[in-house]
């Protein structure tokens, strides 16, 4: 079983970037595909970015795609999402969370471990 603590949220000017971080404990992260979701107010989870186990492929949605980047560093236990030229429309809690599985996925049904989120809002 693996613990993630979201960080690195807060309130930023639209253009602006911040860097996500979620660091693991109980096992490594390498073990598992590693994804970033969001919810915005009255809106349901959406995916935004996956990383597979071995860390060699990512996928984006296509509302973030060119500006976030999903990384990982192993010898921190900690998975990053790099996110610049931030819209008002990104605005939302973000999850980290992880598969038992080693193939990246865009579905949250796919991911067994959730941490709490941290709030992102962009200001225009």
């Known amino acids: 079983q693996v613990q993630l603590v979201e960080s690195g949220g807060g309130l930023v000017q639209a253009g602006g970037s911040l860097r996500l971080s979620c660091a693991a404990s109980?096992?490594?992260?390498?073990?598992?595909?590693m994804g970033w979701f969001r919810q915005a107010p009255g809106e349901e989870r959406e995916f935004v970015a996956t990383l597979n186990c071995g860390g060699s492929s990512t996928a984006y949605a296509d509302s973030v795609k060119g500006r976030f980047t999903i990384s990982r560093d192993n010898a921190k236990n900690t998975v990053y999402l790099q996110m610049n030229s931030l819209k008002p429309e990104d605005t939302a809690v973000y999850y980290c969370?992880?598969?038992?599985?080693?193939?990246?996925?865009?579905?949250?049904?796919?991911?067994?471990?959730w941490g709490q989120g941290t709030q992102v809002t962009v200001s225009s």
């Open positions: 969370a992880a598969s038992r599985t080693c193939s990246r996925g865009s579905y949250a049904w796919r991911y067994d471990y």
């Open positions: 109980g096992r490594t992260v390498s073990s598992y595909a």
